[in-house]
């Protein structure tokens, strides 16, 4: 006969009373957390109205004896103020926040900076001026004053960038903040020295501010949907929108990986291009030691055909001066720039007939010849440098090394 298993009360009455605690835990850290999200709320609000009324206090900037003037000094508690608003705009325009690991190991990859979680710092500054500086400095990009460098912030642990941007430059503040801007009625003029007035230039006289708003979000958008969601669409944008900044990640950071990004840039700067290669491909990390960009030049062999108007990064690398670089290249660094110089052009001259058409000579060809003629103890020495390092691991190098023979 099949048995029938009685509950025991005792156990329905203790699994009742578990239920109800894990019940009330739950609500309770549920209330508590919403009591700290609220909190923190009105911490931040508070904040952001103190700084409002401060820069509408001091207006955007001012004038005396007809010279413009700044009336305001940024410091870090400006960016501080703005950060819950742009993750807002962030996030109300699709932005997609991604992981601490993720987020550094991209800021490595494009602007060769090295993030510290467990570090006090909440930002890390890149100055687009002076790739190199490292020391923190608050200034709002403002095209009218040419000594100020072109910069952005690093927004650690809130992983996105930004500019640094006055409230008004972000906010309506006029309709959100209605009772501050009133402050704005009364702002004319700010002491100066001697008892001297500077005449303040307000944030609600500027004729294109509702524009310039939508712009900075728009930046603000693209540029972290481009670098951290991969968006093709604001690559897009910032192409029509941003070129400074694109044109920067490759000519100033050396991010290269992107080769559309890349592409762009090249074909911006063809005319130019003597002084792109000048600038661009052997340059100083800031530690000091030679970086060669080497998909620029994977770049030049790829696009470079027998076609004359696809030559002109070919000639540019080809008059490249090693020794006459304000770089001042080492010996050592000066045979590896050789080296990279004639894998790719001398590979270009051997592969084109158009380009030995039109050129007499090719790199390494031109160093043999001379040399053959005089000290061929250069000759020997680049040789010997060569196969010493295994040819730098380059595909061309040994076929251009035994090619320039021709030339005797």
């Keep these: ?50 700084v409002l009324q401060d820069q509408i206090k001091h207006g955007v900037s001012g004038e005396i004896f007809e010279t413009d003037i700044s009336t305001y000094n940024y410091s870090e508690i400006d960016l501080d103020a703005t950060i819950s608003i742009l993750q807002d705009e962030l996030k109300n325009n699709g932005y997609k926040f991604i992981s601490n690991d993720i987020f550094n190991t991209k800021i490595k990859k494009v602007f060769k900076r090295i993030l510290v979680d467990t570090t006090s710092t909440k930002y890390v500054y890149i100055n687009f001026n002076e790739k190199c500086d490292r020391k923190i400095k608050f200034y709002r990009n403002d095209n009218s004053i040419d000594l100020t460098p072109y910069s952005i912030y690093i927004v650690k642990n809130n992983n996105f960038i930004t500019q640094l941007y006055a409230i008004p430059e972000i906010i ?82 050396g991010y290269t990986e992107d080769k559309e990004l890349l592409d762009w840039v090249m074909q911006r700067n063809r005319s130019k291009a003597v002084d792109f290669i000048n600038n661009n491909v052997f340059v100083r990390n800031c530690k000091g030691e030679l970086e060669i960009r080497e998909d620029i030049l994977k770049y030049i062999e790829q696009k470079t ?20 670089n304000p770089n001042k290249w080492t010996e050592k660094e000066a045979y590896k720039i050789l080296a990279y110089k004639s894998n790719t052009y001398d590979y270009l001259f051997m592969k084109y007939k158009n380009i030995r058409d039109n050129n007499r000579w090719n790199i390494l060809g031109s160093i043999f010849y001379y040399s053959n003629r005089g000290d061929e103890k250069e000759w020997k020495e680049i040789e010997k440098n060569f196969e010493m390092n295994n040819y730098y691991n380059l595909p061309h190098l040994k076929e251009a090394l035994e090619y320039a ?3 005797e």
């Design 172 to 253: 309506d503040y006029l309709k959100e903040s209605s009772d501050i801007s009133k402050i704005e009625e009364n702002v004319a003029t700010l002491p100066y020295e001697n008892n001297e007035k500077i005449k303040v230039l307000k944030w609600k006289d500027i004729p294109d501010l509702k524009q310039q708003r939508k712009n900075n979000i728009q930046t603000l958008v693209h540029r972290n949907k481009y670098l951290f969601n991969d968006n093709k669409a604001s690559l897009v944008w910032l192409k029509f929108n941003d070129e400074y900044f694109l044109e920067s990640l490759v000519t100033t950071f």
């Design 305 to 324: 055909t027998d076609e004359e108007n696809t030559h002109d990064y070919a000639k540019a690398l080809y008059h490249y001066e090693v020794y006459e």
């Design 1 to 50: 006969m099949k048995q029938i298993s009685i509950q025991n009360p005792l156990q329905e009455v203790i699994r009742d009373m578990k239920n109800r605690i894990i019940i009330l835990f739950l609500t309770f850290s549920t209330i508590l957390c919403c009591q700290e999200n609220k909190t923190k709320k009105i911490s931040q609000n508070t904040m952001i109205n103190k």
């Design 405 to 407: 023979y021709i030339f």
